[in-house]
C-alpha cells in the first residue's frame, strides 16, 4: 500500500483509499489492471467496499493526460450469504466507457457482472475478481517517516534509518480489485493508465482519491493539504498544480544529499517522468517498473527502492522487497490472503474506524 492513510479522506473511509496500482501482460492477448484499497485490510480497515463508491481503471491513448477508455466498478450492498455472520458478499458490475474524457458516472457497456469472492468470466474473455488479497507492497514505512522528517523537519539526509530492513507491510492483507481484459478493449501501443476511487451516490460523481505512480504522496508531498488537492486532481492538472513544489522539494533533496551541480538537469529529467502522474505501459509487453524503466507494474517490483534511489539520485534500498510466493502465475495473480493464524500478534497500522 504505497498510499495508504494519506489524505484526511482516507482516514475517514479507507475503503476509498486507493493504496497501488499494476498493470502488466495476462493471458495471450490480454492485459491485467489490479487496483487496492483498504490498507491493512481486517485489522485497520474493513475488507469490504463502499456501495457510493465509483473504482475506475482511466487509460489516456494518446498523450494527452485525458482519460479515452475506463474500466469503472461499482458494488452493491453488503450482505452474508446464507446467514452466514462471519462471511460477506457484495455484488458488483463493471463497465467499459469509451470517448473523450473526462468519463464520469454509470455511463458504458456493461462487461461482468457477478459477486466479491469469487472469479467471475465476463463475456468475450473477461474476467474479474473482487476481495481480501496479501498486500503485495513491501518497504520500511517507520524508515521512510523517519528519512522524511530528517528531511523536511530537520533538513538533515540521512540514509542511516534504512539499516534494519523491516517490512511494515509483511503479513498485512489489503481488498483488490482485479480486472483482465482482452487487448481488443483497450486499444494498441503505449497508453498510460491511472486509477481513481470517486463517490457517487445521488449526486454527481466526486473523485477522492487517485493513483498514478508510487508514493508520490507519501513521499513528495509533506503537508496533508497538497495531498488532499493531488488525490482530487486529473493529470492534467499536474503541470500547473503540483510540479513546482515537488521540483523545490527534488531540489533540497538533493542539496542536502550532496549532489553535483548538474542537479538541476537531473531535476527537470525526474520531473518529466513523473508528470503527468500516469504509469505507462506498452501493451503487451513485459511488464517493469524500475529505476530505467517505467512500463507497467508487476505484482513483486520493489517500487519503494525505486523511487527512493530516483528521489536521490543514487542507489538508495530500505532493504526489503515484495513476497514473490504470495503471488500466482494465473488469475487472480493475488494468491491467498494472510490468514488470521497467520497474523497472531500482528499489530494493527492505525486504530479501525466504524463505518457504515
Given at each position: 500500500?504505497?498510499?495508504?492513510?494519506?489524505?484526511?479522506?482516507?482516514?475517514?473511509?479507507?475503503?476509498?483509499?486507493?493504496?497501488?496500482?499494476?498493470?502488466?501482460?495476462?493471458?495471450?492477448?490480454?492485459?491485467?489492471?489490479?487496483?487496492?484499497?483498504?490498507?491493512?485490510?481486517?485489522?485497520?480497515?474493513?475488507?469490504?467496499?463502499?456501495?457510493?463508491?465509483?473504482?475506475?481503471?482511466?487509460?489516456?491513448?494518446?498523450?494527452?493526460?485525458?482519460?479515452?477508455?475506463?474500466?469503472?466498478?461499482r458494488f452493491g450492498a453488503l450482505h452474508h450469504p446464507n446467514g452466514d455472520e462471519h462471511r460477506h458478499e457484495q455484488s458488483f458490475e463493471v463497465r467499459r466507457a469509451t470517448g473523450l474524457g473526462p468519463l464520469m458516472g454509470l455511463e458504458?457497456?456493461?462487461?461482468?457482472?457477478?459477486?466479491?469472492?469469487?472469479?467471475?468470466?465476463?463475456?468475450?474473455?473477461?474476467?474479474?475478481?473482487?476481495?481480501?488479497?496479501?498486500?503485495?507492497?513491501?518497504g520500511d514505512a517507520v524508515a521512510l517517516g523517519s528519512f522524511r522528517k530528517a528531511l523536511y523537519s530537520d533538513?538533515?539526509?540521512?540514509?542511516?534509518?534504512?539499516?534494519?530492513?523491516?517490512?511494515?507491510?509483511?503479513?498485512?492483507?489489503?481488498?483488490?480489485?482485479?480486472?483482465?481484459?482482452?487487448?481488443?478493449?483497450?486499444g494498441e501501443g503505449r497508453i498510460a493508465a491511472w486509477a481513481t476511487a470517486s463517490l457517487y451516490g445521488h449526486a454527481p460523481e466526486v473523485q477522492v482519491s487517485r493513483w498514478g505512480l508510487p508514493l508520490i504522496t507519501n513521499f513528495y508531498m509533506p503537508d496533508a493539504e497538497m495531498?488532499?488537492?493531488?488525490?482530487?486532481?486529473m493529470p492534467t492538472d499536474d503541470q500547473t498544480t503540483f510540479i513546482a513544489r515537488i521540483a523545490e522539494v527534488t531540489e533540497e533533496i538533493l542539496s542536502l544529499g550532496?549532489?553535483?551541480?548538474?542537479?538541476?538537469?537531473?531535476?527537470?529529467?525526474?520531473?518529466?517522468?513523473?508528470?503527468?502522474?500516469?504509469?505507462?505501459y506498452e501493451i503487451g509487453t513485459l511488464a517493469r517498473f524500475d529505476v530505467t524503466t517505467f512500463n507497467g507494474r508487476a505484482l513483486t517490483d520493489d517500487?519503494?527502492?525505486?523511487?527512493?534511489?530516483?528521489?536521490?539520485?543514487?542507489?538508495?534500498?530500505?532493504?526489503?522487497a515484495p513476497d514473490?510466493?504470495?503471488?500466482?502465475?494465473?488469475?487472480?495473480?493475488?494468491?491467498?490472503?494472510?490468514?488470521?493464524?497467520?497474523q497472531a500478534e500482528l499489530a494493527p497500522a492505525r486504530p479501525k474506524r466504524t463505518l457504515t
Amino acid at each position: 500500500m504505497s498510499h495508504h492513510f494519506d489524505t484526511p479522506s482516507a482516514l475517514e473511509d479507507p475503503r476509498i483509499n486507493v493504496c497501488d496500482m499494476y498493470l502488466f501482460s495476462g493471458q495471450p492477448g490480454t492485459t491485467v489492471m489490479a487496483m487496492t484499497v483498504n490498507p491493512d485490510a481486517g485489522l485497520s480497515a474493513p475488507s469490504s467496499f463502499r456501495e457510493e463508491g465509483l473504482y475506475a481503471f482511466r487509460i489516456d491513448l494518446n498523450d494527452d493526460g485525458r482519460e479515452e477508455v475506463v474500466f469503472k466498478v461499482r458494488f452493491g450492498a453488503l450482505h452474508h450469504p446464507n446467514g452466514d455472520e462471519h462471511r460477506h458478499e457484495q455484488s458488483f458490475e463493471v463497465r467499459r466507457a469509451t470517448g473523450l474524457g473526462p468519463l464520469m458516472g454509470l455511463e458504458g457497456e456493461l462487461i461482468a457482472t457477478g459477486s466479491t469472492g469469487v472469479v467471475v468470466e465476463g463475456a468475450g474473455g473477461v474476467r474479474f475478481l473482487a476481495g481480501l488479497a496479501p498486500d503485495l507492497f513491501a518497504g520500511d514505512a517507520v524508515a521512510l517517516g523517519s528519512f522524511r522528517k530528517a528531511l523536511y523537519s530537520d533538513h538533515r539526509y540521512d540514509r542511516s534509518v534504512f539499516l534494519n530492513a523491516r517490512n511494515f507491510f509483511a503479513r498485512r492483507n489489503v481488498t483488490a480489485i482485479v480486472l483482465e481484459v482482452p487487448n481488443s478493449l483497450i486499444g494498441e501501443g503505449r497508453i498510460a493508465a491511472w486509477a481513481t476511487a470517486s463517490l457517487y451516490g445521488h449526486a454527481p460523481e466526486v473523485q477522492v482519491s487517485r493513483w498514478g505512480l508510487p508514493l508520490i504522496t507519501n513521499f513528495y508531498m509533506p503537508d496533508a493539504e497538497m495531498k488532499e488537492r493531488f488525490n482530487r486532481a486529473m493529470p492534467t492538472d499536474d503541470q500547473t498544480t503540483f510540479i513546482a513544489r515537488i521540483a523545490e522539494v527534488t531540489e533540497e533533496i538533493l542539496s542536502l544529499g550532496g549532489a553535483s551541480e548538474q542537479s538541476a538537469v537531473y531535476v527537470k529529467q525526474l520531473i518529466a517522468r513523473l508528470f503527468p502522474t500516469m504509469l505507462p505501459y506498452e501493451i503487451g509487453t513485459l511488464a517493469r517498473f524500475d529505476v530505467t524503466t517505467f512500463n507497467g507494474r508487476a505484482l513483486t517490483d520493489d517500487a519503494m527502492d525505486v523511487i527512493l534511489s530516483l528521489a536521490t539520485n543514487s542507489h538508495l534500498t530500505d532493504g526489503v522487497a515484495p513476497d514473490p510466493t504470495r503471488t500466482r502465475a494465473h488469475f487472480p495473480y493475488f494468491g491467498e490472503p494472510y490468514s488470521s493464524f497467520e497474523q497472531a500478534e500482528l499489530a494493527p497500522a492505525r486504530p479501525k474506524r466504524t463505518l457504515t
